[in-house]
Protein backbone atom coordinates (compact mmCIF):
# COMPACT_ATOMS: atom_id res chain seq x y z
CA UNK A 1 0.00 0.00 0.00
CA UNK A 2 1.06 3.52 -1.02
CA UNK A 3 -0.06 5.78 1.94
CA UNK A 4 0.60 9.90 1.77
CA UNK A 5 2.31 10.96 5.43
CA UNK A 6 1.21 14.48 6.35
CA UNK A 7 1.39 16.34 9.02
CA UNK A 8 0.63 19.80 11.13
CA UNK A 9 -1.54 21.57 7.88
CA UNK A 10 -2.42 24.67 10.59
CA UNK A 11 -4.90 26.02 8.14
CA UNK A 12 -3.03 26.67 5.29
CA UNK A 13 -5.11 25.39 2.55
CA UNK A 14 -2.79 26.18 -0.47
CA UNK A 15 0.40 24.36 0.94
CA UNK A 16 -1.98 21.28 1.57
CA UNK A 17 -3.67 21.65 -2.05
CA UNK A 18 0.03 21.58 -4.01
CA UNK A 19 0.83 18.76 -1.43
CA UNK A 20 -2.20 16.67 -3.07
CA UNK A 21 -1.80 16.88 -6.43
CA UNK A 22 2.38 16.64 -5.82
CA UNK A 23 1.65 13.10 -4.24
CA UNK A 24 -0.02 11.31 -7.46
CA UNK A 25 -1.78 8.49 -6.29
CA UNK A 26 -2.05 6.77 -3.50
CA UNK A 27 -4.28 3.83 -1.67
CA UNK A 28 -4.63 6.20 1.65
CA UNK A 29 -3.71 9.36 3.25
CA UNK A 30 -2.18 9.39 6.99
CA UNK A 31 -2.73 12.21 9.10
CA UNK A 32 -1.00 12.87 12.00
CA UNK A 33 -2.88 16.37 13.33
CA UNK A 34 -2.79 19.75 13.54
CA UNK A 35 -5.54 19.98 10.65
CA UNK A 36 -6.13 24.08 12.31
CA UNK A 37 -3.81 26.77 14.40
CA UNK A 38 -1.50 29.72 12.56
CA UNK A 39 -3.27 29.73 9.04
CA UNK A 40 -6.27 31.29 7.17
CA UNK A 41 -7.98 28.62 5.98
CA UNK A 42 -9.18 26.25 9.26
CA UNK A 43 -13.18 25.13 7.61
CA UNK A 44 -11.31 24.91 4.13
CA UNK A 45 -8.62 22.32 5.35
CA UNK A 46 -10.90 20.48 7.45
CA UNK A 47 -13.10 19.70 4.74
CA UNK A 48 -10.64 19.29 2.58
CA UNK A 49 -9.05 16.58 4.93
CA UNK A 50 -12.41 14.96 6.04
CA UNK A 51 -13.22 14.23 2.53
CA UNK A 52 -10.03 12.25 1.32
CA UNK A 53 -10.84 8.49 0.42
CA UNK A 54 -9.34 6.12 2.81
CA UNK A 55 -8.04 8.58 5.76
CA UNK A 56 -6.98 7.86 9.14
CA UNK A 57 -6.51 11.54 10.80
CA UNK A 58 -5.24 11.99 14.56
CA UNK A 59 -5.81 15.14 16.87
CA UNK A 60 -3.33 17.41 17.30
CA UNK A 61 -2.85 19.69 20.01
CA UNK A 62 -4.18 22.93 18.27
CA UNK A 63 -7.39 20.93 16.52
CA UNK A 64 -8.03 20.13 20.83
CA UNK A 65 -7.25 23.86 21.51
CA UNK A 66 -10.09 25.00 18.83
CA UNK A 67 -12.36 22.82 20.67
CA UNK A 68 -11.61 23.92 24.21
CA UNK A 69 -10.63 20.54 24.91
CA UNK A 70 -7.08 22.23 25.21
CA UNK A 71 -6.94 25.23 27.89
CA UNK A 72 -6.17 28.86 25.57
CA UNK A 73 -3.15 29.42 28.12
CA UNK A 74 -1.09 26.50 27.08
CA UNK A 75 0.09 28.92 24.25
CA UNK A 76 1.94 31.92 23.53
CA UNK A 77 0.21 35.43 22.94
CA UNK A 78 0.64 35.27 19.37
CA UNK A 79 -0.65 31.29 18.75
CA UNK A 80 -3.50 32.39 21.41
CA UNK A 81 -4.02 35.43 18.83
CA UNK A 82 -4.68 32.69 16.34
CA UNK A 83 -6.83 30.25 18.12
CA UNK A 84 -9.25 32.57 19.41
CA UNK A 85 -9.80 33.37 15.84
CA UNK A 86 -9.76 29.47 14.63
CA UNK A 87 -12.59 29.28 17.38
CA UNK A 88 -14.55 32.26 16.14
CA UNK A 89 -14.40 31.09 12.49
CA UNK A 90 -14.53 26.83 13.06
CA UNK A 91 -17.79 26.18 12.01
CA UNK A 92 -20.02 23.45 14.29
CA UNK A 93 -19.66 20.74 11.26
CA UNK A 94 -16.05 20.76 11.46
CA UNK A 95 -15.97 20.78 15.01
CA UNK A 96 -17.77 17.49 15.16
CA UNK A 97 -15.09 16.23 12.64
CA UNK A 98 -12.31 17.09 14.77
CA UNK A 99 -14.07 16.35 17.60
CA UNK A 100 -14.45 12.76 16.16
CA UNK A 101 -10.65 12.53 15.89
CA UNK A 102 -8.48 9.88 18.29
CA UNK A 103 -5.32 10.76 19.66
CA UNK A 104 -3.45 7.08 18.59
CA UNK A 105 -4.38 4.61 16.56
CA UNK A 106 -2.64 1.59 15.30
CA UNK A 107 -2.63 0.23 11.87
CA UNK A 108 -0.96 -3.12 11.65
CA UNK A 109 2.78 -2.52 12.26
CA UNK A 110 2.18 0.72 12.70
CA UNK A 111 1.37 3.62 15.33
CA UNK A 112 -0.19 7.00 14.53
CA UNK A 113 0.60 10.10 16.99
CA UNK A 114 0.92 13.63 17.20
CA UNK A 115 3.05 14.41 19.75
CA UNK A 116 5.02 10.94 20.83
CA UNK A 117 3.37 7.93 21.69
CA UNK A 118 4.01 8.36 25.45
CA UNK A 119 2.04 11.61 25.41
CA UNK A 120 -0.23 11.57 22.26
CA UNK A 121 -1.14 15.28 22.48
CA UNK A 122 1.43 17.12 24.00
CA UNK A 123 5.39 15.59 24.03
CA UNK A 124 7.63 17.45 21.67
CA UNK A 125 10.21 14.66 20.61
CA UNK A 126 13.25 17.10 20.37
CA UNK A 127 16.16 15.26 20.79
CA UNK A 128 17.56 11.65 20.91
CA UNK A 129 17.16 10.60 25.05
CA UNK A 130 13.17 11.84 24.94
CA UNK A 131 13.13 9.84 21.24
CA UNK A 132 14.23 6.70 22.90
CA UNK A 133 12.66 6.50 26.23
CA UNK A 134 9.76 6.74 23.77
CA UNK A 135 10.07 4.05 22.05
CA UNK A 136 8.96 2.04 25.43
CA UNK A 137 5.54 3.41 25.08
CA UNK A 138 4.63 1.47 21.61
CA UNK A 139 4.69 -1.78 20.63
CA UNK A 140 4.21 -1.52 16.65
CA UNK A 141 7.34 -1.67 14.66
CA UNK A 142 7.03 2.18 13.46
CA UNK A 143 5.60 5.20 15.04
CA UNK A 144 4.66 8.03 13.35
CA UNK A 145 4.53 11.02 14.98
CA UNK A 146 4.05 15.06 13.90
CA UNK A 147 3.85 18.15 16.40
CA UNK A 148 7.48 19.42 15.92
CA UNK A 149 7.65 20.51 12.21
CA UNK A 150 11.01 18.72 11.92
CA UNK A 151 11.38 15.81 9.32
CA UNK A 152 13.41 13.24 11.10
CA UNK A 153 13.93 9.90 11.58
CA UNK A 154 14.81 8.20 14.69
CA UNK A 155 15.60 4.28 14.60
CA UNK A 156 16.46 1.77 17.32
CA UNK A 157 17.73 -1.38 16.47
CA UNK A 158 19.05 -2.40 20.01
CA UNK A 159 17.13 -1.76 23.61
CA UNK A 160 20.05 -1.00 25.63
CA UNK A 161 21.49 1.48 23.69
CA UNK A 162 20.42 5.04 22.37
CA UNK A 163 18.23 5.75 19.10
CA UNK A 164 19.78 7.12 16.19
CA UNK A 165 18.92 10.16 14.89
CA UNK A 166 18.43 11.12 10.53
CA UNK A 167 17.57 13.65 8.96
CA UNK A 168 16.58 12.49 5.47
CA UNK A 169 17.25 14.31 2.37
CA UNK A 170 14.17 15.25 0.10
CA UNK A 171 13.74 12.71 -2.42
CA UNK A 172 15.69 9.96 -0.60
CA UNK A 173 13.96 6.76 -0.03
CA UNK A 174 15.00 5.33 3.16
CA UNK A 175 14.26 1.59 3.83
CA UNK A 176 12.96 1.48 7.08
CA UNK A 177 14.58 -0.62 9.99
CA UNK A 178 12.42 -2.65 12.55
CA UNK A 179 12.02 0.13 14.80
CA UNK A 180 11.71 3.27 14.20
CA UNK A 181 9.82 6.93 15.13
CA UNK A 182 9.65 8.82 11.96
CA UNK A 183 8.54 12.70 11.27
CA UNK A 184 7.29 13.69 7.80
CA UNK A 185 7.63 17.36 8.81
CA UNK A 186 4.67 20.04 8.30
CA UNK A 187 2.83 20.95 5.39
CA UNK A 188 1.56 24.29 6.21
CA UNK A 189 4.32 25.65 8.88
CA UNK A 190 7.91 23.71 8.34
CA UNK A 191 10.39 24.68 11.16
CA UNK A 192 13.52 23.70 9.64
CA UNK A 193 14.24 26.54 7.34
CA UNK A 194 13.12 25.50 4.34
CA UNK A 195 9.61 27.04 3.83
CA UNK A 196 8.72 24.54 1.38
CA UNK A 197 5.98 22.21 1.98
CA UNK A 198 6.94 18.85 3.60
CA UNK A 199 5.48 15.24 3.13
CA UNK A 200 6.42 11.98 3.35
CA UNK A 201 5.32 8.55 0.55
CA UNK A 202 5.49 5.23 2.86
CA UNK A 203 5.27 2.45 1.30
CA UNK A 204 4.18 -0.21 3.35
CA UNK A 205 5.23 -3.60 1.72
CA UNK A 206 8.51 -2.99 0.97
CA UNK A 207 8.74 -0.35 4.22
CA UNK A 208 10.59 2.51 2.41
CA UNK A 209 9.92 6.14 3.40
CA UNK A 210 10.34 8.74 0.88
CA UNK A 211 10.44 12.23 2.70
CA UNK A 212 9.54 14.92 -0.17
CA UNK A 213 9.36 18.58 -0.16
CA UNK A 214 7.42 21.02 -2.06
CA UNK A 215 7.17 24.69 -2.90
CA UNK A 216 4.05 26.53 -2.56
CA UNK A 217 2.59 29.90 -3.18
CA UNK A 218 3.28 31.08 0.39
CA UNK A 219 1.99 35.00 -0.37
CA UNK A 220 -1.12 33.71 -1.45
CA UNK A 221 -1.31 32.17 2.10
CA UNK A 222 0.07 35.54 3.57
CA UNK A 223 -2.38 37.44 2.30
CA UNK A 224 -5.30 36.12 3.32
CA UNK A 225 -3.72 35.76 6.64
CA UNK A 226 -2.79 39.86 6.45
CA UNK A 227 -6.90 40.20 5.41
CA UNK A 228 -8.16 38.35 8.67
CA UNK A 229 -5.37 40.18 10.98
CA UNK A 230 -3.48 37.21 12.39
CA UNK A 231 0.14 37.89 14.22
CA UNK A 232 2.00 39.76 11.63
CA UNK A 233 4.99 37.07 12.97
CA UNK A 234 3.29 34.03 12.12
CA UNK A 235 2.67 35.60 8.64
CA UNK A 236 6.35 36.35 8.97
CA UNK A 237 7.44 33.10 9.93
CA UNK A 238 6.03 31.18 6.53
CA UNK A 239 8.29 32.53 3.98
CA UNK A 240 11.30 31.44 5.64
CA UNK A 241 10.36 28.21 7.31
CA UNK A 242 10.86 28.80 10.89
ZN1 LIG B 1 1.70 21.78 14.88
New binding site residues.
Given amino acids: MRVLVI??I?ANLTALDTVLNEAGNVDAVWCL??LV?YGPDPNECVERISQLPNLTCII???DAAALKIIDADTFNQEARTALMWTRHVISPKNKVFLGSLAERVVWENVTLTHGSPRQPIWEYILDIRTATQNFDFFTTHLCLI??T?LPVVYSHSNSNSAAHLSIPEPNQHISLPDRAIINPG?VG?PRDRDPRAAYAIFDTQLMVWEYRRVPYDIFAVQTRMRKVGLPERHIQRLSAGW
Avoid: P
Fill in positions: SDHGDGGNHGHHSQ
